[in-house]
């Protein structure tokens, strides 16, 4: 079984412009999550999608928000960007939910210059 | 105050020796679960082992184990027989329903950073 996919791998972006992250989980998995990683915040969850609803979300400001399409492929799109949202992006897919075991797919590394 | 604490930024271990990583967690939810990531130098995190709050056996999964004390509020995982290939950040996380948003949230701890010395 294929793992999970996270496309692009490296991304490099300037202040105040968007960005679109996509992820692609497990084969049968309808639950797809997002992590953010900073060295100075640590693993921040996100939010979560199931069969294209968002069914958890994070603190995290407007700028951030995603959808999950009828494949459970998913996409992060962050608006706006700030220097503070360089970081690992993270998405991890499971059968039931990010509660229950998860698989992490090898994140998007973003860098906002 | 912390959700997920681990207090170990590093520790080293002697290959084949058998290590204890610290984990306490904060909540007052009735249900809840606590897990256990491995973070190679790669970037990928794997999941390693799941312990729900109602569940009154710590979990096992090959050599790696739980030991899950409730009252204590502890979640220290244990890895028996290391070897170099543990070497790894090591991540403490836990999902709570956050009953005033009315939905689940998955907070991780800080980490702690795992070398097996051959």
């Known amino acids: 079984k294929a793992g999970v996919t996270q496309t692009p791998r490296y991304l490099i972006k300037t202040r105040g412009q968007q960005v679109t992250l996509s992820c692609s989980p497990i084969?049968?998995?309808?639950?797809v999550s997002w992590y953010q990683q900073t060295p100075g915040q640590g693993l921040q969850f996100l939010f979560e999608y199931f069969s294209e609803t968002q069914r958890n979300k994070g603190n995290f400001p407007g700028r951030f928000s995603g959808r999950q399409f009828s494949n459970s492929r998913s996409e992060m799109n962050v608006s706006t960007l700030e220097l503070g949202d360089s970081a690992l992006y993270l998405c991890?897919?499971?059968?039931w939910g990010f509660g229950y075991e998860q698989y992490f797919g090898p994140g998007t590394r973003l860098t906002v210059t | 105050a912390q959700k997920i604490t681990q207090t170990q930024p590093g520790m080293f271990v002697q290959e084949k020796e058998a290590v204890t990583l610290d984990c306490t967690y904060d909540?007052?939810?009735?249900?809840?679960?606590l897990f256990w990531y491995k973070q190679p130098s790669s970037g990928e995190m794997i999941f390693l082992i799941y312990?729900?709050?109602?569940?009154?056996q710590n979990a096992t999964e090959g050599r790696y184990s739980l030991n899950f004390q409730k009252a204590r509020k502890s979640a220290n995982l244990v890895i028996s027989a290391s070897q170099l290939g543990d070497s790894a950040m090591y991540f403490c996380?836990?999902?709570?329903?956050?009953?005033?948003?009315?939905?689940?949230?998955?907070?991780f701890g800080t980490g702690t950073r795992l070398t097996i010395i051959p």
């Open positions: 312990q729900g709050s109602y569940d009154e």
């Open positions: 996380a836990m999902r709570e329903t956050l009953s005033n948003f009315g939905n689940e949230k998955l907070t």
């Open positions: 084969s049968g998995h309808r639950s």
């Open positions: 991890a897919s499971s059968p």
């Open positions: 909540t007052s939810d009735q249900s809840y679960g």
